[in-house]
């Protein structure tokens, strides 16, 4: 496989990980702690996943074509906590996300030298992807830290449980050494 397609495997694999990760801790969530935000400073996980979104349809919506911060984007409004239910704020990670994967999906190694701008920067096909390898995450570890401390205790681990490294590493090096995503089992055991 040549390095420009496995960087493409790989880099999919981790988004789907991160999505996951964020669905579990809005699972984890009742409705209306989706809304909750502590001060003026500080943006509910509904707020957090319409910013994501909005970035996401923005970025990703004619990729290779038009500048990713499209005139059509209103990021000020997208930290303004107008969703209404769990059902709207899930309509909207979703969007974003469909927008994103699918023009994720058909992209071919070949396109990835290619050049496009973001708010008349350009930026490799490569780069724009790590630029948003490292914001999502970056937004979802915010939720998965915001959802843990709103359940104030009631948390179901999405990564290793406290007190249980030794277990987790016993189990790894107990199989033989090959060569994988660290997602493929993270993927499985989170489902």
């Not at 397609?5 to 699972?27: H, N, P, R, T």
Request: charged share 30%.
């Amino acid at each position: 496989m040549k390095a420009t397609e496995s960087y493409l495997e790989s880099v999919k694999k981790q988004f789907l990980y991160y999505k996951m990760l964020g669905e579990k801790a809005i699972d984890q969530l009742e409705p209306n702690q989706l809304f909750v935000a502590v001060n003026e400073d500080t943006n509910s996980i509904a707020a957090i996943i319409k910013h994501i979104s909005g970035n996401m349809l923005s970025r990703w919506t004619d990729f290779l074509t038009s500048d990713g911060e499209k005139e059509w984007r209103n990021r000020d409004a997208e930290f303004e906590n107008d969703l209404q239910s769990k059902e709207e704020v899930l309509l909207v990670w979703n969007k974003g996300w469909d927008c994103f994967l699918s023009t994720l999906n058909n992209l071919k190694p070949e396109q990835l030298s290619d050049i496009i701008y973001i708010r008349n920067e350009g930026h490799t096909v490569i780069e724009a992807i790590n630029r948003q390898l490292a914001h999502y995450p970056y937004h979802i570890g915010q939720i998965v830290f915001y959802a843990k401390q709103l359940k104030n205790g009631s948390w179901n681990s999405l990564s290793i449980p406290r007190n249980k490294s030794g277990n987790y590493n016993a189990e790894k090096f107990a199989k033989e050494k090959e060569i994988k995503n660290f997602t493929d089992d993270e993927l499985k055991r989170l489902k």
